[in-house]
Antibody, heavy 115, light 106 residues
Framework: EVQLVESGGGLVQPGGSLRLSCAAS????????MSWVRQAPGKGLEWVAN????????NYMDSVKGRFTISRDNAKNSLYLQMNSLRAEDTAVYYC????????WGQGTLVTVSS | DIQMTQSPSSLSASVGDRVTITCRAS??????LAWFQQKPGKAPKSLIY???SLQSGVPSRFSGSGSGTDFTLTISSLQPEDFATYYC?????????FGGGTTVDI
């Protein structure tokens, strides 16, 4: 059974930083593109970033370019999202998901940006 | 960016009803279209990928169709556990984009 478990969320002040992690099991992690998708409270789904199997290609939504960095460690079956210069509008539940079609999702971790 | 427009935004239905949700892309995306179900407080669940391929374990009452710009998700006979919000998503080009969602309630 595929399991994706996010961690690292919490309350952070505007301008602060946070690093999210996603631990994967039950799949060949190194064979899959991986994504971060977020959902603001009461809103719809919004793709944030994704990364190729070997980490050689990374893609981001415009509003996080230069502030967020996606990375992965295939030896640890782990995906990461380093978030810097956080803004109130980054407040959301952040999900990791497998593949371009997002075939499996984690349970999410809540990031709240507030003073 | 490719805009994904779902209709309706909400609908009321009864157990046993046939339900159809439409998703329209602002430009052609071939069959790079996925559908998700989300229940309150829960993570999304993948239902369909490649416009019409059912994810493993998803009941056969769910089906998807379409290609190019127009797509549909059909629930052939609505069950109590199907009351949820449904999203489409294109993965043809970046940024990957989702529709605004369709809430199916009683």
């Amino acid at each position: 059974e595929v399991q994706l478990v996010e961690s690292g969320g919490g309350l952070v002040q505007p301008g602060g930083s946070l690093r999210l992690s996603c631990a994967a099991s039950g799949l060949t992690f190194s064979s899959n593109w991986m994504s971060w998708v977020r959902q603001a409270p009461g809103k719809g789904l919004e793709w944030v970033a994704n990364i190729k199997q070997d980490g050689s290609e990374k893609n981001y939504m415009d509003s996080v370019k230069g502030r967020f960095t996606i990375s992965r460690d295939n030896a640890k079956n782990s995906l990461y999202l380093q978030m810097n210069s956080l803004r109130a509008e980054d407040t959301a539940v952040y999900y990791c998901a497998r593949g371009g079609a997002h075939g499996h999702w984690g349970q999410g971790t809540l990031v709240t940006v507030s003073s | 960016d490719i805009q994904m427009t779902q209709s309706p935004s909400s609908l009321s239905a009864s157990v046993g009803d046939r339900v159809t949700i439409t998703c329209r892309a602002s430009q052609g995306i071939s069959n790079y279209l996925a559908w998700f179900q989300q229940k309150p407080g829960k993570a999304p669940k993948s239902l369909i990928y490649a416009a019409s391929s059912l994810q493993s374990g998803v009941p056969s009452r769910f089906s998807g169709s379409g290609s190019g710009t127009d797509f549909t998700l059909t629930i052939s006979s609505l069950q109590p556990e199907d009351f949820a919000t449904y999203y489409c998503q294109q993965y043809k080009s970046y940024p990957l984009t989702f529709g605004g969602g369709t809430t199916v309630d009683i």
